[in-house]
């Protein structure tokens, strides 16, 4: 059993900066692979990152490389997805989910942050 809690959504004008937290607690495993999913009003939800807690791998979806940043905190067992340079199509519903390993079901999933981004 894991819990994800999420916090750090919020409102913000093009250009500008959020950071995302994802706390988890629980039963976790020794490694494990943290994901941050968005949907948007209207649209499928989509990966936008995610990283190994084991190695720090880390994997980004195309349209955010270069200005979303995920990293790890290990001693709060928590992740952040780091958010620059933010657009108006960035707004959506932020998830993060739980995955054991590659391949595996996304077994647990925080309830979500808004984000908003105006132009």
């Known amino acids: 059993q894991v819990q994800l809690v999420e916090s750090g959504g919020g409102l913000v004008q093009a250009g500008g900066s959020l950071r995302l937290s994802c706390a988890a607690s629980?039963?976790?495993?020794?490694?494990?692979?943290m994901n941050w999913f968005r949907q948007a009003p209207g649209k499928q939800r989509e990966f936008v990152a995610a990283i190994s807690t084991g190695g720090g791998n880390t994997y980004y979806a195309d349209f955010v490389k270069g200005r979303f940043t995920i990293s790890l905190d290990s001693g709060k067992n928590t992740v952040y997805l780091q958010m620059n340079s933010l657009k108006p199509e960035d707004t959506a519903v932020y998830y993060c989910?739980?995955?054991?390993?590659?391949?595996?079901?996304?077994?647990?999933w925080g309830q979500g942050t808004q984000v908003t981004v105006s132009s």
């Open positions: 629980g039963r976790t495993h020794s490694s494990y692979f």
């Open positions: 989910a739980y995955q054991v390993r590659i391949g595996a079901a996304f077994d647990y």
